[in-house]
């Protein structure tokens, strides 16, 4: 398991990223009915909230290396991949924005740039990793959750790269 | 949490198993004459306690994408292409595949060294 933690200096407040594989019956409630085949696949969550309505991230389920956040082209590795979602979780949480929006109000209606250069410098992660052994269970997984995630795309302004 | 999976061998009436776990680190390159990146990098680390049959340990594996096929990284078992996988369930069952089965010298022409099956006696 992979965990990488991001902190924001503005709020002194640290949120995770984890990663971790996972070996399940996956029950596809929505889609196809279940084949009872073993998947293997990456669960990706953290604990930032959207900004939006401060809901919680749904968990993304990675099986291959298309399954990327919204907006993003297919990864070319795993590094690229996890990158990609830790930088989409920050977008969509507004870490940096949050930040620079603080500072604007205290030193009055500077410019524009201003607050928009120190906004990706507020936030730094680091990451460490673990090990542990897990036994196969069913797992009830819902497409429905993968849609909510898409949708959620709509309200990034800038996802991608 | 990694994923476990265990191998029975009926014959032997011993089971063996292989863990699959997604980490991060630095990597070292094996060269040690290479430049070593300090960028972290996200990748499965395959390890397996068992033997070969000629009692030597299995090599730790690292796969970085789904392009690193098994056999030096160039060719996929069986079928003699350069396809990249396209799920990480066909990854990790390819994987096991060759750690139970061992391969060949330079399988399909890939250069690989050879590694043999795995010891259940």
Known sequence: MATIYVFNEAENKTYTVTVDVFGTVVDKLLALPTDGDIDYYLRISTTMRKTVDNSAFPVSIVRTLDDVPPGYPTATDFTDLVENYIEYYMDESELGASTSSSSLSSVSSSSKSTSSSSSTSMSSFSSSSSSSSSSSYIENWSSSSMSSSTSSSSSSSSPGP | ?121
């Open chain 2, 1 to 121: 949490m990694a994923v476990n999976i265990q191998i029975y061998s009926n014959g032997n009436s011993a089971s063996k198993s292989i863990t699959f776990n997604f980490v991060e680190d630095v990597l070292a390159p094996k060269d040690a004459s290479a430049t070593i990146s300090p960028e972290a990098s996200y990748y499965f680390r395959v390890t397996t306690s068992a033997k070969q049959t000629n009692n030597v340990a299995f090599p730790v594996k690292i796969v970085r994408g789904l392009d690193e096929l098994v056999l030096n990284r160039q060719k996929q078992r069986i079928v003699n292409t350069a396809n990249a996988y396209s799920t990480i369930k066909e990854m990790v069952v390819d994987y096991t595949y060759d750690f139970i089965n061992g391969h060949a010298a330079n399988l399909y022409g890939s250069s690989c060294t050879v590694q043999r099956s795995m010891k259940f006696s």
